[in-house]
């Protein structure tokens, strides 16, 4: 337990990675300590969806020592860090004010109590589960370590604290078969067990865990400096569809049956969203909603083959909408961040528990940005 102002950015990182493992992040995405010293001391923290011209105003109105937010604040290479170029407009100002920034984006999409399962638990869903399981884009590997028995936990300790040995809710994953490896040192090596020129036959442990792409660097890195052999013998083995745990998206069913209208009463009610647009079907019973938060459109198959009544998600274009009518499922169009933006309090929620007493945690929740409402479309509710 951390106490008195000793908590630093990185320890800030290691809470929420506990939680939303920053390993199992989408490929294309940036996430983890973004700006600032690792080593930084914080004492305050403010947590937000994205680092709007709102937020700021709110850093410079009550400063803090460290920005959380979901959407990174800096998404991609920055040519210019200049006031002037709204790419790097605010990464310009957190710098300037010395506040550092963290952010957990698809890794907290795609963690077992990630955005979509938040939301679903917020509308009151039985039997939550993932929609798709597993993270299809963290390029998940087996990785295999032949090791004497006497070092085998420090080898599972080395790989758990570069980040592999992670499914799901659980930590340190592994699994153990005992074997008998052999070698012949050469002249000019320096074997931990036998001497040069003489064969050997030694007890190993065949040691097995798990490891997203991610991190995999990392993770041999730490493997080798922890087996006690000049040589380890290590296999990466390739696995298809990721089984890390976790997954897309979330389903799961109503306490009873209800009209669809009053399933969106429902999602306006807990979620707040600024608008609903609803696609599809007016007329139907919803026993089973699938939710996928942000942009999750593309998906919509996916939660037609889970049995879903009802699909929430954001970001449903033209097409899209039209396949949803034809294919008789509704599909609510709440906007992009007015789902995630739960994810928020959860990850006050983390913290505040990993370091009671230690800092001061304050959420923003921004609506969803105003625009124009199209046809079929209300403020805070929808057109049945």
Wanted: charge should be positive; charged fraction near 25%; hydrophobic fraction near 40%.
């Amino acid at each position: 337990m951390i106490r008195g102002g000793s908590v630093t950015v990185r320890d800030v990182w290691r809470a929420l990675d506990e939680h939303f493992p920053f390993a199992h992040r989408a490929d294309w995405d940036n996430v983890g300590i973004l700006l600032g010293d690792p080593g930084a001391p914080v004492r305050s923290i403010l947590i937000a969806l994205d680092a709007t011209p709102g937020v700021l105003s709110a850093v410079r109105r009550r400063p803090v020592d460290l920005l959380v937010t979901h959407h990174p604040v800096v998404s991609k290479p920055i040519p210019r860090i200049r006031p002037d170029r709204p790419e790097a407009a605010a990464a310009y100002a957190l710098l300037r004010t010395g506040v550092a920034a963290i952010s957990a984006h698809t890794n907290a999409d795609v963690a077992p109590r990630g955005v979509s399962h938040v939301m679903a638990r917020r509308l009151g869903l039985r039997g939550i589960r993932p929609l798709i399981p597993g993270e299809p884009s963290s390029d998940a590997c087996k990785v295999v370590v032949f090791v004497p028995g006497s070092h085998a936990d420090a080898v599972l300790d080395a790989a758990s604290g570069a980040g592999a040995a992670r499914i799901g809710e659980y930590r340190r994953c592994s699994f153990r078969t005992e074997g008998t490896g052999t070698f012949l040192p050469r002249e000019g090596a320096d074997p931990y067990i036998g001497s040069p020129g003489r064969e050997e036959r030694v007890p190993e442990i065949r040691l097995e865990t798990v490891a997203a792409g991610s991190v995999l660097p990392a993770v041999l890195r730490a493997v080798r400096t922890a087996h006690p052999y000049e040589e380890p013998a290590i296999d990466v083995i390739p696995l298809r569809g990721a089984a890390l745990g976790g997954g897309v998206g979330a389903v799961g069913d109503l306490p009873a049956p209800e009209p669809l209208a009053d399933a969106l009463e429902r999602v306006r009610r807990t979620l707040r969203p600024s608008w609903i647009r609803l696609a599809g079907p007016r007329r139907k019973t919803v026993r089973r909603v699938a939710i996928v938060g942000g942009s999750g459109a593309e998906f919509a198959g996916a939660a037609r083959e889970a049995g879903a009544d009802l699909y929430v998600t954001g970001d449903v274009k033209y097409h899209q909408a039209l396949e949803a009518e034809g294919a008789g499922m509704p599909v609510a169009d709440i906007g992009h961040g007015s789902g995630e933006r739960w994810i928020l309090p959860e990850f006050r929620r983390v913290l505040l528990a990993r370091f009671p007493g230690a800092l001061k945690v304050r959420v923003k929740m921004e609506e969803e940005p105003q625009r124009a409402v199209p046809p079929g479309r209300t403020r805070g509710g929808t057109r049945s």
